[in-house]
């Protein structure tokens, strides 16, 4: 089992790479060892194999559907949350005090790469675990007590009530009204679309946490609060509706396993909510949470990918297909298998790189977002600063490269990867909302540009690079890597270069002009930072051979590293020549002049 | 209606561009003018727009079954095949000697555009046609009368039936076999997979156009023979079964309108076949009619991402969303509509840029076809040339650019896109055969380096070059175009920069290190072409402003030409860079060496 994805992989980065057991080093994780992180890697591992990848196709060919006022999901959801829960997963990540396992996010980030690379249509416990971390954040006891332990066992499901029809992009156009009540509760009032999870009968109550706005509050972001809004109150007579309509289900490209809910609140002028925290303090809550979702949807990305990539994998290994092309003669001569054909190898190696780049640069990130909880003083702000400044990449680059590794997944299966004889095509379709949900492409981009290197007066973006350069410092010691550290260096340069070309606007005041390439120096700087993880891996790998001194297949796993770390630094790295030179162009082309373009 | 495509932008580019009345001076096409070439268009668009385009989602969502033997389609496939078949658009490219219109393939491809746009689930008539056109240009005129009347009214579906499981890109494994018969016919035998609208309710006989060996034939691509393989043999006592067993139909990522089958031949020993033409002959007759198939795959890419781009744009002007990057804090103020946004304008010039410049380069090779067919002497041998080194381009540029190109449409809609509410969800799946079939990129890309560019010692090449050499000498005495007549000029010396890097390895026999990369060149080679088109629109669009003094929406047409291509020369150019770079690049990666690489 697990032929999803590769645990030998997932140890060498949480292992080797970025060695999980020095986080314990730190009093929060304290009660923790390589022991504690092995149970629950194998624990998660046990409930996708057994659970989850099984019923990959099951929850993708039912659809949730809606009839009358309930929504009905693949039954084989209700195993998989109750396992789960069970196994204490939901509240992996929380602390002792609110019942959960305080395992760090390295640990639990990664759980969930397992988990979406078994079945991503099973995405119902990420939900709630995002939702009661928010209550157990900036909830009063009273919520926490109320709400949490429900969640936590998976009895309750927990969801993000951000999105209104007119509101995607642009939070601070939310019109869902809260009116206080004599008692401190509010009246809530307004619609959600793409509630993931919103609706369902599986589990005994909905846990909305929903972004709504206080009668008089002030306009834009700062008038935005945060509600606890539950499908069913609790009462002391029983369970009582909440006035929380499902007023439709999406049907959707892919992830068909969890139904996206348009709902509609306070129809009958009955549905309250409980303000969490302060009012008008809701879009600082979420900023707070944002950075640990947004990893969620890398991780999402990341195991689709990886998923796809070991099916296409194993499809080239065994699938005989004309001959070599130096041998196209030997017609008497058996077919060979396509991965021995060079544009073959060329797709799987993209995929490979790919797929255990984005993993890298999530692990690092994740790792970075535990040290900015657990440490003190100067190391958690530097911490802080990096995750910060690597979201925007981490978010991105494995949605939209996942987007195109699965893409080329699909094409190394030729036709029958269009089939439904094998589970390219619904990977395809799976992965491409992650470019979408959670803050798409674009605003990614502006918030790296127009907020993150920026940020302290380019403190996160002086952090980063430092790492960087201390990645390039070590490979430089090794003779085999050093080209590969010369070449990085020569990118950092280039990012500086098209810094510098763009950075006058901003001074300007021009905010649009400098942001209008956005999306393409997210895209540059997303090369760099995954060719600085893979050199990373490259150094690990080095050391593994020259100390170790590996055989069989270690050997080969940590030559595959080096092989793949060239290979991205030869076929991927120069994508940054055409994305610099087009940023550091001073054709104005995209931006609305007063004459409006004939497109 | 006609909301899928631009008739402007089609007019323009037939008229303006590559001014269709040209042809007529050639015998061939001497009783066509502006008016004949108008009325088939018209007709084409009626029929897209009556019978095609309302039921662009029935036949994706409810998909052909195969039960008790039978192959049900979906009932509106009956209409718009007879219209199709009453029109004459079936044979509108063949001879009048054989009852079609010998209309030019300029606008026989241009239907195809049309009708793909408009539902490209609806492929059945273009099958047709491209089946009859073999038995046309090579078959007997027994089998001509028996077969190509009834195929051309429509009454009878068209196949080509080439694929086998174990023969896909490897057409020489092909191993359905031909027993020659006393009378002079063959007892075929074995599978075909993948055969699109193989079989169906609609048609009255399926005729597929087979590939199959002659007992005792020469191995690989030398003893491959053509057939027609009826469903049903017509005799005198009426219509008998030939022996052809739908066992099965393949579920499909998209395309879902059209079946595609896996067939068994002579389970019962009763399958007849009928040679067309010469025993052995059977490839290169399918090689003559590749072409014409490729244009029409073209298109069909072309199609597919024009209706999704013209979806995207109308969502673009009326989806309001935030405000302007520069009008952030302006609370009060409505919000824009999400075309002002830079990275959205981006989106859909890119979109813009791809599909008309796609459509551009398909009309190019379509012109440069139909000459190669008429013309005499060096030009009709010109002709063949260009169109021979375009075709690689002409089928994978709207066939890989056109996927991101529909995934950028998808972006354009955020969440919305995602769901079955839009129609570009549907376009996204569709659209991702078009790398695959009728040769997969890879295909195209070996065809393209090794043997398209050294074809007739390098001739083909040469008239390319030349041909796009004129266009940049017109564009540079444009003050305005200079710029992009220099660029384009940069990009062809960075072409040979490239060969002159491969060659060498060509030269030595080492055709696997020569072509290991070949699919960047054909990534290359397809930026440069399209650059190309697009200057050679810009010159038209310019030449229009300066003596045609147009106004309104006219103006705003020849502008956004201009624009465009602007942008495909800022945005798309660059990204030669990367390729060229890798190209030259001589670490060698991703050839097999005698120990197998751990990916």
Known sequence: MSAYFSKRNLNFLLHEVFRAEDLTQYHHFADHDRGTFDMAIDSATHIADTLMHPHVRDVDRNQPELKDGQVTVHPSIRAYIKAVGDAGLIGAGFSFDHGGQQLPELITSSIGFI??????????????SGAADLIASFGSPELIEAYVPNMLSGNWQGTMALTEPQAGSSLSDVTTSATPQPDGTYKIKGQKVFISAGDHDVADNIIHL????????????????????PKYRITESGKVSNDVTSTGVYHKLGQKGVPAMHLTMGEADNCIGYLVGQPHQGLPYMFQMMNGARIGVGMTAAGIATAAYHAALQYARE??????????????????????????????????????????????????????????????????LLVEILMPMAKTYPSEMGVQSVSQSLQTFGGYGFTE??????????????????GTTGIQAQDLLGRKMTMKGGKAAQILMGEVGKTIAEAATHDELKPYATMLKTELGRVQEVLQALMPHAGAGDVERYLSDATLFLEQMGIVVVAWQWLKQAIVAKQAMLTQNPQGDELAFYE???????????????????????????????IVSAKELAL
């Not at 080096?562 to 055409?578: A, D, Q, R, S």
């Open 115 to 128: 988990l979406m690379a078994a079945n991503n249509g099973m995405m119902y416990t990420g939900l709630t």
């Open 210 to 229: 929903m972004l709504a706005r206080i009668d008089g509050a002030p306009k834009g972001t700062k008038g935005i609060s945060l509600f606890v809004v």
């Open 319 to 384: 699938r005989p297909q004309s001959r070599r092309l130096n041998e196209k003669n030997a017609l008497d001569a058996p077919q060979t298998a396509i991965i021995n054909h060079p544009d073959v190898r060329r797709m799987l190696l993209f995929q490979k790189a790919v797929t255990e780049g984005s993993l890298s640069l999530l692990l690092e990130a994740a790792r970075a977002y535990d040290i900015s909880r657990v440490a003190e003083g100067e190391e958690k702000e530097n911490a802080h």
């Open 421 to 438: 004889d094998f589970p390219v095509e619904q990977l395809y379709r799976d992965i491409r909302i992650t470019p979408i949900y959670e």
């Open 560 to 590: 595959g590293k080096l092989h793949t770390m060239k290979f991205f630094f030869h076929y991927e790295v120069p994508k940054t020549l055409g994305l610099a030179a087009r940023l550091k162009d001073t054709e104005v082309l995209t």
